[in-house]
């Protein structure tokens, strides 16, 4: 193929990032293969499955946090970041695992929690110990409570996973956790906590890996004068930039050094911000002097419907382009409810909408059999798949979706892990239920996860997803998968697409630069096609027909 040649400087152009157009899959390292038998998957797990990986198509895979972690928000609560948690192994075995990934041709991206730490880091058991107006306090957010002995919180507001965000000391002084109690938030004020994070970087930059993926990069900067205000005055300010504590401009000043850091390497590195903002502003953590990539959620609260679906998209491309960067397509990950699962769901029938994150009232209900359509859900997300697998952009996959595994609702009390099921009383349910290791093989007493159980129970279900089942059924959604992943290669050139009028409101169609089309049946009611041939088909096609709640890929005809 020939490359194309910079006209002004008569050099090379270098063909685009890898990450522009790249399928990552995003490994929960915990509940990915367990290799040392003690029920929490480890990095020789995933290295034992290496081939799968291989075998599946993907450019890059993204770790969730493996560093070590009491585990009180499932690895996102951070004791050392530059370390591997000995349950998962070593730093050897981290860089056997990038070693065997590269030489597959596999990228590895790596999750960077940066709002906050563990409350075990060496930096909070120093702030603990010091005490009140020590320097080591200065890493945090330490505020004196209010009311009489300064008894009640600094402000009414609220934590993420319920509960207050203010947590009181032994010696009468309160920390800010957004998150879990054992996640106390730093400050991003002070140079120390800016340099380690840098340090952070280069330390995984150095060992070879590829890219970052940044936990919430929207909340690091903040700005807590005094007199703070009260939870009702922060939900009237505008999330304009200027908000005491989401998304301010300062936190590109953050991300400004960090790039200069990834440029310093060859090649690059890329970073992609987990960014929950107005989508107005998400264009400046993905713009290349930032981060240079940012995750966009819509679909996670977009329903399996044509003209929701055609919004997202196009309104995601017009704001990529203002960026420059490329759009990323999520359908699930692991904070949200399993994308088969909300698409079985009839929103009517549980009357209510299905919110993606933080569990869904259907899992609060208790997860009501009756009420889901695994069939239809299964066959929703295949159509779901297969169509943003066809578009410009990247797309991230996160584990288990491969096999269409379905969200686990009905996790007893006594085995849930989530932080938000315990702060809300069990009102929410939290996420474990798409956090449950994957099953491998239809028996043994893992489904072949590892041998010796699984850290979050696995239902009887699991069997008929397991991976070597679909590997033996021409049928499965992992073949669709490796299927779409493989003729992907010869679809994604441009990063462009041409929507295409079908006739009907609830059928899509787009066309890509190079003459592909993929088109996608969101109703029921088959949909007639007279031209080009199926390449692909997320469910058995008839000839000339695309049946309901079916995507096809056509190919170009030569
Ligand atoms: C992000 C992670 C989530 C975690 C939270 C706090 O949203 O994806 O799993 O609980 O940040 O670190």
Redesign the pocket.
Known sequence: MALPVDSASGTLDLLPPWWRQAVVYQVYPRSFADADADGIGDLRGILSRVDYLSDLGIDAIWL?PFYPSALA??G??VDDYRDVDPRLGTLDDFDDLLRALHSRDIKVVVDI?P??TSNRHRWFQEALEAGRGSAARERYIFREGTGPDGLEPPTDWGA?FGGSAWERVADGQWYLHT?AIE?PDLNWNHPEVREDFLTTLRFWADRGVDGFRI??AHLLAKDLTEPLPSSAELALMPKDGKHPLVDRDEVHEIYAQWRALFNSYDPPRTAVA?AWVDPSRIHLYARPESLGQAFNFDLLETDFDAAQFRRVISDNLALVAESGSSSTWVLS???VVRHATRYGLDPEAIGTRLPARHGGDWLVAGGDEAQLDRERGARRARAATTFILGLPGSTYLYQGEELGLHEVADIPASARQDPTFFRTHGEEVG?DGCRVPLPWAPDGSSFGFGDDGAHLPQPEWFARYAVSVEEADPRSTLHLYRTALRLRHELQTGEHLEWVETGRDDVLRFARPNGWHIVTNFGTEPYELDDAPVVLASTPTPLGVVPGETTVWLAPVE
């Open positions: 969730s928000d499932g996102y609560d929690v709002n906050h993420m998150f996640q936990d919430v987990e990950n692991h904070d996420r």
